[in-house]
């Protein structure tokens, strides 16, 4: 198809695409002539699968680029799961303290978890952790044990999940990754203000303390 | 304190430092003098606090404004739980289907919550559930039950959190629900692949099922 198909079937703009095109977020199309590129089925999912990460899971362009890039990995047929993890965390900009670290890791101990130091969800917890300290409200992580038996509870469900895709092809596997990671944690961040809502309804009366 | 002391102590340069003030993310500081003005200790807390919101909680500069603008609103001493937690959320760019509506809220009401329609959650899960659904993976939806029990823990550990600090006057408490809610969704976002791997390592042996 034609680049104006392309934009019309995918909802993105042609300037967009183009843009897609020279960051190296979606393959070149493929030159059928003189000022003429022609496109097909792969491109517009691919561009599906760019605008859910950008649109839905919030990524920046680059942050998207650094997550496709892992799930393109060809020395991971399934996608680099801890890879495509790390692109889509908020890069930490300078390394957390030794002390933030080993009270992150402390919890994973004892909830039995196998993780290794070089863990880039260690990274970023210890990351708030340090910035809770910064703060001065070191009280704010008194969640962090509830914090880690839910997530327990996703996490089982993620890899149910992978699991059931590991026949469909390698192709289908690494989308899960991406998907299931990205917009996984903004159906997370939803269904958490809507329970917010109810837990704070149970307790004060009210959607909101004020 | 001048502008290069500020600059100093943040960690955030002048050229940013003007930017937000510009942006209306920081007050203006106060004039002294001929191209001279003096910013103080409250500057410095609130320049603190957008750098997290920014580098850890990963939020764009118009969305860590309207973050703060819902927690500063005076009618809600305790910062407008639901106004902050949709400004923090990314926006959804479409109204999500009446389908994925409706599925979000049949598990709301097998959790026993109490959600009302407008929730700003409940739009962004539904969105996510639409995306699923646009790259033919409604089988990713499967998670929701478990995801929903997830956030149950995660949501209690939160109002406990806001509980404690009611006593410590609106500032407190505005603070608690945006570091909480913000930073909150990034400390999820890092536990939840600490605990990936376990499960992965658990199961395949391996951090990636690759």
């Known amino acids: 198809?034609?680049?104006?198909?392309?934009?019309?079937?995918?909802?993105?703009?042609?300037?967009?695409?183009?843009?897609?095109?020279?960051?190296?977020?979606?393959?070149?199309?493929?030159?059928?002539?003189?000022?003429?590129?022609?496109?097909?089925?792969?491109?517009?999912?691919?561009?599906?699968?760019?605008?859910?990460?950008?649109?839905?899971?919030?990524?920046?362009?680059?942050?998207?680029?650094d997550v496709l890039a892992a799930a393109d990995d060809p020395d991971h047929p399934f996608g680099n799961t801890l890879g495509v993890a790390q692109a889509s965390l908020p890069r930490v900009a300078a390394p957390p303290s030794a002390e933030s670290?080993?009270?992150?890791?402390?919890?994973?101990?004892?909830?039995?978890?196998?993780?290794?130091?070089?863990?880039?969800?260690?990274?970023?917890?210890?990351?708030?952790?340090?910035?809770?300290?910064?703060?001065?409200?070191?009280?704010?992580?008194?969640?962090?044990?509830?914090?880690?038996?839910?997530?327990?509870?996703?996490?089982?469900?993620?890899?149910d999940t992978i699991s059931k895709t590991l026949d469909a092809g390698p192709a289908t596997a690494a989308q899960t990754v991406v998907v299931g990671t990205v917009l996984g944690d903004a159906l997370l961040a939803g269904l958490r203000r809507m329970a917010q809502e109810s837990e704070s309804v149970r307790r004060f009366g009210t959607g909101s303390p004020s």
């Not at 034609?2 to 493929?30: D, N, Q």
Request: glycine residues 8%.
């Open 1 to 65: 198809m034609r680049i104006a198909e392309l934009a019309e079937r995918s909802g993105v703009s042609a300037a967009s695409i183009k843009w897609y095109v020279s960051e190296g977020l979606l393959p070149a199309g493929e030159r059928t002539g003189y000022n003429q590129t022609s496109y097909d089925d792969d491109h517009l999912a691919r561009l599906r699968l760019i605008r859910s990460l950008i649109e839905v899971g919030g990524l920046s362009v680059a942050a998207a680029k």
């Open 101 to 159: 670290l080993r009270r992150v890791a402390d919890v994973a101990r004892r909830q039995g978890w196998t993780v290794h130091d070089g863990n880039p969800g260690l990274v970023a917890a210890a990351a708030v952790l340090d910035r809770y300290l910064a703060l001065g409200r070191d009280d704010l992580a008194a969640v962090l044990p509830a914090y880690a038996r839910a997530v327990e509870l996703v996490a089982e469900a993620d890899i």
